[in-house]
């Protein structure tokens, strides 16, 4: 083999005698899923109680693996971005990013403004202050009504964390948007759809890949 050789699919690579599968070495195209959890399933690749996971649901690759793009606690459903590319879920999910998560939240018990305004003010949890870029009312009545809330960071149960800093609870926790990428309706629970050419030129654009 003449040095600078690039391999085709259809080659045979053999390395003192014994035939190396070369092709899970290769770079492959990046792939992006916008997949809807439902509650009750986990992020992981499997689980010791036998609970559902995400990744039983997903199409099976050839080469690689999927990544989940940062996880949803088994009690929240909504949008994760799952993607066969380590370093663009790696950068998606690194705070310097700051890429803003947002999030419709049932509350049970009273919301006022004064709350609201202290929420995005900023609040001391046990790891650190922390705050909603936004929140806002959705819908709803009485002690039973939902709103919209964003963060900018991963940091576990962020939201009902923030929530329950107030003395509320959060009853539903649904992920809607991750940076520019919203969750259609269409998308129901326990399915997916991928990005198609010009939504993954955007978000590789967006974290430098591009």
Known sequence: MQPGYHLKPGDHLAVNGRIVKWEKYAEQPTRVLVYHKPVGELVTRRDPEGRPVIFTQLPRLAVGRWIAVG???INTSGLLLVTNNGELANRLMHPSREVEREYAVRILGEVGDDMMERLKNGVELEDGPAHFEEVSFYAGEGANKWFYATVKQGRNRLVRRLWESQGVKVSRLIRVRYGDIVLPERVRAHSFYELEA????????FVGLA
């Not at 010009?198 to 654009?205: C, D, G, V, Y």
């Open 71 to 73: 996880r949803l606690d």
């Open 198 to 205: 010009k939504e993954l030129q955007e978000l590789l654009a």
